[in-house]
């Protein structure tokens, strides 16, 4: 399954990331896309997701915090994450949403206080 994640890092409380996740056309063109993330020993969960024409909706933890955004003709979804603070720390992932059940590599961002 064509999704790579990237853009994670560490980063301390308070501070900003940019992730970015290509696609595959097949899973990108016309889906809804999403992030998630999946802290240590917790379940992955979803962060927000983005329709094709740009609606976005978030999570309530995040909501004013991180924005989602797409480019359509590049097959890639965005995630602007701003305020960290280290319950944000977690391995993050883009799939549609729904999700498929095959996921690609994630990236790691660490938020220390």
């Known amino acids: 399954v064509q999704l790579q994640a990237s853009g994670g890092g560490p980063v301390q409380a308070g501070g900003s990331l940019r992730l970015s996740c290509a696609a595959s056309?097949?899973?990108?063109?016309?889906?809804?896309m999403a992030w998630y993330r999946q802290g240590a020993g917790k379940e992955r969960d979803l962060v927000a997701h983005i329709s094709n024409g740009g609606r976005a909706q978030y999570v309530d933890a995040v909501k004013g915090r991180f924005t989602i955004s797409r480019d359509n003709t590049k097959n890639t979804v965005y995630l602007q994450m701003t305020r960290l603070t280290p319950e944000d720390t977690a391995v993050y992932y883009c799939?549609?949403?729904?999700?498929?059940?095959?996921w690609g590599q994630g990236t790691q961002v660490t938020v220390s206080s």
């Open positions: 056309g097949s899973i990108f063109r016309s889906n809804i």
């Open positions: 799939n549609r949403y729904p999700a498929l059940s095959r």
